[in-house]
C-alpha cells in the first residue's frame, strides 16, 4: 500500500498514527504489521503531483493506494479501512463505537476549522479572519474546545486509544503548531491534561508536526 502524505497536514497524521497504533512493536524495535505494508508517499499537494492526483484527483492528502490498486481518499475513510485490516485492538472498538464517532466528528470539526484558518490566511491574509466565515470558524473553534473541555479530562485517558481519541489529541496539537495565539491550553487545563496523557504515546511522539 502506498500513503501519500506531508509532515504538516494534520489529517495525514491521524493516519499515519493510526498505521503506527495498529503495528506490533516487537523486540529490537522491529515494527511488524501495518507499518511494513505501508510505503509513506511524501509529497506536496499544493504542487499537483502528478501520482497523488492519481490516487486522489481532488489533489488532497491523505491518499491511500491499496495493495489491489484502490484508491482511497479522506483521512477517516482511511482511518476505518487500515482499522480493519491491522492486527492488535481494534480503534474503532463496536462496544464504543458511538462515543469513538463523536469524538472522531468533533476533532475533525476542529481541525477542519483550524486547518482553514490556516489556508484562508495563507492565500487571503490575515484580514481573512474578520470575514463572516472567518468569525464563524473562530467562533467554531471556542464551541468545541469548550464541549471538549466539558466532556474529556485525563481520568478518561486509557492505556488504550479509539480513533476518536486521535482525531482530538491531533486537532489540539494542530492548534499549537499553527495556531498557538488560541492559547486552547491555557484556557482548559484538564483538556490538557488529557491531551498531554494521549499524546505522550510513542505513534504521537514519532509523527510529531515538524
Ligand atoms: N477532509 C479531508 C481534508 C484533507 C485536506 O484538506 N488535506 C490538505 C492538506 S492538510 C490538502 O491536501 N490540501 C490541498 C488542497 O486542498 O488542494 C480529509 O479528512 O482527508
Same mark, same amino acid.
Given at each position: ?77 482511511? &482511518? !476505518?479501512? #487500515? /482499522?480493519? @485490516?491491522?492486527? =492488535?485492538? +481494534?480503534?474503532?472498538?463496536? *462496544?464504543?463505537?458511538?462515543?469513538? $464517532? ?66 482530538? &489529541? !491531533?486537532? #489540539? /496539537?494542530? @492548534?499549537?503548531? =499553527?495556531? +498557538?495565539?488560541?492559547?486552547? *491550553?491555557?484556557?482548559?487545563?484538564? $483538556? ?19
Amino acid at each position: 500500500m502506498e500513503l501519500f502524505l506531508n509532515a504538516t497536514s494534520p489529517y495525514a497524521r491521524l493516519v499515519r498514527i493510526v498505521v503506527l497504533e495498529k503495528t506490533v512493536l516487537e523486540k529490537a524495535a522491529l515494527e511488524k504489521g501495518l507499518a511494513e505494508a505501508v510505503t509513506l508517499r511524501w509529497c506536496d499537494p499544493w504542487a499537483d503531483d502528478a501520482a497523488l492526483l492519481a490516487a486522489n484527483p481532488a489533489g488532497r492528502i491523505p491518499a491511500l493506494m491499496t495493495d489491489d490498486g484502490t484508491t482511497l481518499s479522506e483521512s477517516l475513510l482511511i &482511518a !476505518v479501512y #487500515l /482499522d480493519g @485490516l491491522g492486527r =492488535r485492538e +481494534p480503534l474503532i472498538p463496536p *462496544a464504543y463505537l458511538a462515543r469513538t $464517532l463523536h469524538f472522531a466528528g468533533l476533532g475533525q470539526a476542529l481541525m477542519d476549522a483550524a486547518f482553514t484558518t490556516v489556508i484562508s490566511r495563507k492565500h487571503q491574509g490575515n484580514e481573512s479572519d474578520d470575514s463572516v466565515l472567518g468569525q464563524r470558524r473562530q467562533r467554531a473553534i471556542q464551541r468545541t474546545l469548550a464541549r471538549l473541555a466539558h466532556e474529556l479530562d485525563a481520568s478518561q485517558a486509557s492505556s488504550s486509544i479509539t480513533l476518536g481519541d486521535i482525531v482530538v &489529541a !491531533v486537532a #489540539l /496539537d494542530y @492548534l499549537t503548531f =499553527r495556531l +498557538p495565539e488560541v492559547s486552547w *491550553a491555557e484556557q482548559h487545563p484538564r $483538556l490538557a491534561q488529557w491531551h498531554h496523557r494521549v499524546s505522550a504515546r510513542q505513534s504521537f511522539v514519532q509523527t510529531a508536526f515538524q
